[in-house]
């Protein structure tokens, strides 16, 4: 029976959802609740010589006003990367420095959201300014191998074999360079903190990914006690990696609130999350790729520079997956970081696949074409079975059949190979375009407590946050199979510190974490009921168990990591540090894969480009919870489309910052945008993976997707982009 694919069932809070019934971070409207607004930075770097806050002080209402000079005692909580809490190591407003432009500089706290609004846009700062380095190729930006940094004990380097031998010696050659711009990730709800001290105890509402190291941060930033902190962050309307780590506001409305002895509440404005919260960097890429003559991959070297901020280094880990798309035995990558005058950059869904899979995969298309070989054909010659890097088997790789299913389910072989070949009815060009996608297995430890009740309940407290993936539908479809109780019955308790570990959701292992650990409750649970009852469960339901032993609940625990992790491990998790393993374990290597096939049609005179239909197909072992898996793959479908065609987060190399910095200039795709969006599972469980057969999906739906719309667009147009996004003026 657990063998059985899992029934397409709703999700299980859809109803509370749409009934606004469910309460995101700040949905806190209680009357006596204190606002709080932020005073940024309006220089891109420099100090602040004098802030003059009297005529902020003197409007209506105003309760607080927190600066660098009046903040107190409060330490940076650390760079999550780097072994601390936060999304970077500098927090604002311990300095009169300004690293970048919209750094905060006051917090303003009132009675009224209007009165705190109109009072920071009344505080006053003089500044001496120092000259700025925002984009990759500007004057004063640092460059640093990775290698040279302590980041390579845990980014080493990706190499196998003798890329550049292997590289001048083969038949076939491709050297191209590719950009991928900056982005916001742009969730729809703001970030947001509600701080409240109550008995001594500090209680943060914030939706966040991450509530042990938000927990955690605050302990070191404000030097408190652990259990003195709780953090609840039970849905999060959006979190994209943006919610990953600690914000840069949460510790200063602690602090307002632990001042003012009464709930104050922020909410970030969009304008002011661009500036001061982390985004995708800027990256630039140069591919190489060396084949035979009959297009076997032979070797391939991928070179990147990377954006980080002057404070921190955000890892640059891209050819972990570019290395692992295909068995390519020569292969190295170089990953250099650009130090710029910005915040420090950070994960946005499929940090590194996205960006490493467009530039990899549009150099394959480009080699399909220099070999004359279908894409397609091209893709399934070089599948392996083994990981090229480590030697080791791949625990489960299905994506020769994503690509043979997509193609089937595409019509791909009704494809004429010549660009500019295909025309549609209206005239505009048709192109069709491929591109696989890898991301890597990695699970967190978990520690899963699961309680049945009398009544008929059944509720699993477990690390897990809930940002709109459905993990409350997987939970409840997992423990519901496993007891044989109705899933409706199940309760998820999540996102809340006071239940269990809450180690960061992120990286797609969220279900491939949570599902075995709550799988192996289950198990425990349902041998615990059958140590009470000697003639076994006969047929019984937990609750019927219970009630005939005259026992009100029975509760157990279990805890799970990944393959070969040390105990430890459970240590790190209860202390808020990241501690998740994969993808190459002791005795395999694991990844998700993904397969799109995209149908550009671009306009014959004007080059607008229109994406009609994706047909995606993936590989991410067993699917729990069918309906919200599907509905995952297409919204990555429609972030490859943005990226593709609309994203950028465009940079004032004048001034500093972002000049698009609201939902009306950051061009998302809308629903116009997007046509049809077929999506199909190959649903096969990786049982070497973990006992669930989960091995991941969030973000391997959207890598790959950018590279086949960009191959279509070559074959439509027979122009190569190499620069996302790709726009009208890139075709004209
Ligand atoms: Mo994701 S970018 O790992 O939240």
Not at 143 to 148: F, L, T
Request: proline share 6%.
């Amino acid at each position: 029976m657990s063998d059985a694919p899992f029934p397409d069932v709703p999700r299980s809070d859809a109803h509370d959802k749409v009934r606004g019934a469910v309460l995101f971070g700040a949905d806190d409207t209680r009357p006596d609740i204190l606002h709080a607004a932020l005073a940024t930075a309006t220089i891109g770097k420099g100090r602040i010589v004098a802030l003059d806050t009297s005529a902020a002080g003197a409007a209506p209402g105003i309760r607080l006003i927190l600066t660098h000079e009046n903040l107190g005692h409060v330490k940076s909580a650390g760079f999550l990367m780097a072994g601390g809490h936060a999304f970077q190591s500098l927090q604002p407003m311990l300095s009169p420095a300004i690293a970048y432009r919209g750094q905060p500089i006051a917090l303003v706290v009132a009675d009224t959201l209007e009165r705190a609004v109109e009072a920071a846009a009344r505080v006053q700062a003089t500044y001496s300014t120092e000259p700025i380095s925002v984009t990759l190729d500007a004057p004063g930006a640092e460059i640093i191998e990775q290698a040279n940094t302590p980041l390579s004990k845990h980014f080493p380097e990706i190499i196998a074999g003798d890329a550049d031998s292997a590289f001048a010696a083969a038949a076939v050659r491709i050297d191209a360079r590719f950009t991928t711009a900056p982005q916001h990730h742009n969730p729809m709800e703001l970030i947001a903190t509600v701080a409240e001290w109550k008995d001594g105890k500090l209680i943060v509402h914030e939706s966040t990914q991450n509530a042990e190291g938000l927990r955690h941060g605050l302990v070191a930033a404000l030097g408190l006690l652990p259990e003195r902190v709780e953090v609840i962050s039970p849905y999060i309307g959006g979190g994209f990696g943006q919610k990953y780590a600690m914000q840069m506001q949460t510790v200063l409305v602690a602090v307002a609130a632990r001042r003012l002895g009464q709930a104050v509440k922020l909410v970030v404005p969009r304008a002011q999350i661009f500036h001061d919260c982390s985004f995708r960097p800027a990256i630039r890429h140069r591919v190489r790729l060396g084949a035979d003559r009959s297009g076997n991959m032979v070797a391939a070297i991928h070179e990147v520079d990377a954006q980080t901020s002057r404070h921190d280094l955000f890892p640059a880990h891209y050819g972990a997956v570019s290395s692992r798309l295909y068995g390519i035995k020569n292969f190295r990558a170089r990953a250099r970081f650009v130090r710029n005058d910005v915040q420090t950059p950070g994960y946005m869904r499929a940090p590194f696949e996205h960006a490493a899979c467009f530039a990899l995969e549009c150099a394959v298309d480009e080699l399909a074409y220099s070999l004359g070989r279908d894409p397609v054909a091209l893709r399934l010659a070089n599948d392996t079975a083994t990981d090229a890097i480590s030697n080791l088997p791949l625990s489960s790789r299905h994506v020769g059949e994503c690509l043979r299913r997509g193609a089937e389910r595409f019509g791909w072989g009704k494809r004429s190979i010549t660009p500019q070949s295909m025309r549609a009815d209206d005239g505009s060009f048709i192109g069709w375009g491929v591109a696989i996608g890898a991301y890597p297995c990695l699970i967190a430890p978990a520690v899963a407590r699961l309680r049945v009740t009398v009544e008929g309940g059944v509720f699993i407290s477990i690390g897990a946050h809930e940002m709109g993936q459905g993990i409350r539908t997987a939970l409840a479809a997992a423990v519901a199979r496993k007891l044989g109780v109705p899933a409706a019955n199940v309760s998820a308790v999540i996102g809340d510190t006071c239940v269990s570990p809450q180690h960061m959701t992120a990286g797609s292992w969220g279900t491939a974490s949570a599902i075995p650990a709550a799988n192996e409750a289950a198990d425990a649970m349902l041998n615990a009921l059958a140590r009470l009852s000697p003639r076994g469960a006969n047929g019984r339901t937990p609750a019927q168990i219970l009630r005939a032993v005259g026992r009100a609940f029975l509760e157990v625990e279990v805890r799970t990591k990944a393959p070969g992790q040390p105990d430890e491990v459970y240590g790190r998790i209860a202390a808020g540090h990241l501690s998740f393993g994969g993808p190459v374990y002791p005795e395999f290597v694991t990844f998700s894969y993904s397969a799109h096939f995209a149908e550009v049609h671009v306009e014959a005179s004007t080059c607008r480009v229109r994406i009609p239909r994706v047909v995606s197909v993936i590989d991410c072992g067993r699917v729990i919870s069918p309906r919200t898996a599907a509905s995952q793959v297409r919204g990555g479908v429609v972030w490859g489309i943005g990226a593709a065609l609309r994203e950028v987060s465009e940079v004032d190399s004048r001034y500093g910052g972002f000049l698009n910095a609201d939902l009306a200039e950051y061009m998302v795709p809308v629903n116009a945008d997007i046509g049809c969006i077929d999506v199909e599972f190959i649903d096969k469980p990786d049982f070497k993976f973990n006992s669930a057969g989960v091995k991941g999906l969030g973000e391997v739906s959207l890598v790959g997707v950018a590279p086949a719309i960009a191959n279509a667009v070559y074959h439509a147009t027979g122009r190569r982009v190499r620069n996302l996004p790709i726009r009208i003026e890139h075709l004209l």
